[in-house]
């Protein structure tokens, strides 16, 4: 049973530049979350898609971006990328037939801006 | 809005002894309550969950939670703590699952706490 997996592992980006998260749910799974921790803090909400829609959004700016996938798997995109947005990004999958409610998270990519 | 507080930062604790982290949340409605660990440099595990029925559940790796609705927390315990245990505590509170195909299922964490073994 394939848990949640996130690409790439690690990335270096500089101030200004775009990047592109990738997340492949727990198997079976159709709703992906996805999360910033920055160091020595709790995860923070960025979004939730479910049917290919973002359902709900945290207080990110509009810089933060995703999007899901008819296989269910889910990509976040961050543009003009500040200093702060050097964090840890996690991802979460849930099933929306078993209620929604328990999200499984992947390992996360560490993002580093330079 | 909901909340979550983790009062205690940081936690040592000898190996053998027990150990309670401590949580507090504030939630309008049925709260549905989590704890995840979380090793250095990894993604969170789940423990455990309540959403109903007996406030005290069980969990993974040897850990139960207890629910008291009258002071709103949900504290995380276990009998004797290994050096395994070593790793970061997070409390969330997510929504009611009736809710959640309309609105989403945003989880609110705590600040976490750290939890040090000592040999």
């Known amino acids: 049973d394939a848990g949640v997996t996130q690409s790439p592992t690690h990335l270096i980006k500089t101030r200004g530049q775009q990047v592109t998260l990738r997340c492949s749910p727990k198997?079976?799974?159709?709703?992906v979350s996805w999360y910033q921790q920055a160091l020595g803090q709790g995860p923070q909400f960025i979004f939730q898609?479910?049917?290919?829609?973002?359902?709900q959004r945290g207080n990110f700016p509009d810089r933060f971006s995703g999007h899901q996938f008819p296989n269910y798997s889910s990509e976040l995109n961050v543009n003009a990328l500040l200093l702060g947005d050097s964090a840890l990004y996690l991802c979460?999958?849930?099933?929306?037939?078993?209620?929604?409610?328990?999200?499984?998270f992947g390992p996360g990519t560490r993002l580093t801006v330079l | 809005a909901q909340s979550v507080t983790q009062p205690d930062i940081h936690i040592t604790v000898s190996e053998g002894a027990s150990l309670e982290l401590r949580c507090n949340y504030s939630?309008?409605?049925?709260?549905?309550l989590f704890w995840y660990v979380q090793s250095p440099g990894q993604g969170l595990q789940l423990l455990l969950k309540?959403?109903?029925?007996?406030?005290l559940v069980q969990g993974i790796k040897g850990f139960e939670a207890e629910f008291k609705r009258s002071q709103s927390s949900f504290n995380l315990r276990k009998p004797s703590v290994h050096w395994s245990d070593a790793a970061e505590y997070f409390c969330?509170?997510?929504?009611?699952?009736?809710?959640?195909?309309?609105?989403?299922?945003?989880?609110?964490f705590g600040g976490g706490t750290r939890v040090l073994v000592k040999p």
């Open positions: 979460a999958s849930s099933l929306e037939l078993a209620g929604g409610d328990t999200q499984y």
């Open positions: 198997s079976g799974h159709d709703t």
């Open positions: 898609y479910y049917e290919e829609e973002e359902r």
């Open positions: 939630y309008g409605a049925t709260p549905y």
């Open positions: 309540y959403f109903s029925g007996d406030t």
């Open positions: 969330a509170v997510g929504r009611d699952r009736r809710m959640i195909k309309a609105a989403g299922n945003k989880l609110t």
